[in-house]
């Protein structure tokens, strides 16, 4: 079946340094590939999306490549800020029939002043 | 964009008691909810899949008797947990999906649930 690892946490950095996170996924097909931010006590948001192979989702200076030759979708950001502290899930829609979202464990990024 | 929202946002309830969680698409309809549950620094688990006017489909390990869903609208999904137990305490998530839009979840802000 569908599946998504992602790095495991929490990631620490200072104020203005570059973030990576590592997604890879496992699928058959072309999946859709996304990233949701979750802040404390709240629910999920969408932060980018790509739905086909070499697509870049960007948002917020956050950005992500759709890699279908080594099956990853690894979030990048130049220049974190201590705002971007949250839990970071990549996911997956395949191609099942209900269309649900396979979600990766999280990754909790912490930035420090 | 599309908002869905989540009542109440936290709830505490005694063992033995009902609870009952709505979940709304505030500005699209949506004939297919979902229906998560999310324990402390973990992922999210997907518990049932809620379809407008049909049973719920739930995954495979969750109760349904305990966890009942219903959809009776297409702006409004309810999960209720009965004879709520400790183990029970969670973050529940709900997310809908708007068909109009390549079949996009959007998530609500989530219910924390503490049974005491």
């Known amino acids: 079946g569908d599946s998504v690892t992602q790095m495991e946490g929490p990631v620490t950095l200072s104020e203005e340094a570059f973030l990576t996170i590592n997604c890879t996924y496992t699928?058959?097909?072309?999946?859709?590939l996304f990233w949701y931010v979750q802040y404390p006590g709240e629910g999920l948001q969408l932060l980018l999306k790509a739905t086909k192979a070499d697509d870049k989702g960007s948002n917020k200076g956050f950005e992500a490549t759709y890699r279908k030759e080594t099956t990853s979708f690894h979030l990048e950001k130049g220049s974190v800020q201590v705002s971007d502290s949250a839990v970071y899930f990549c996911a997956l829609r395949g191609n099942n029939a209900g269309n649900m979202l396979t979600f990766g464990g999280g990754t909790r990024l912490m930035v420090k002043p | 964009g599309a908002v869905v929202s989540q009542h109440p946002s936290w709830v505490i309830c005694k063992s033995g008691t009902s609870v009952k969680i709505e979940c709304r698409s505030l500005?699209?309809?949506?004939?297919?909810m979902f229906w998560y549950r999310q324990f402390p620094k973990q992922s999210l688990m997907l518990m049932a899949t809620s379809n407008e006017g049909s049973k719920a489909t739930y995954e495979q390990g969750v109760e349904k008797d305990k966890f009942l869903i219903n959809h009776a609208s297409l702006t409004l999904s309810t999960l209720t947990v009965t004879s709520a137990h400790p183990e029970d305490s969670s973050f529940y998530i709900c997310?809908?999906?708007?068909?109009?839009?390549?079949?996009?979840?959007?998530f609500g802000p989530g219910t924390r649930l503490t049974v005491t």
């Open positions: 699928a058959t097909g072309y999946p859709s």
């Open positions: 997310s809908a999906r708007d068909p109009g839009g390549y079949y996009e979840q959007y």
């Open positions: 500005d699209f309809q949506a004939t297919t």
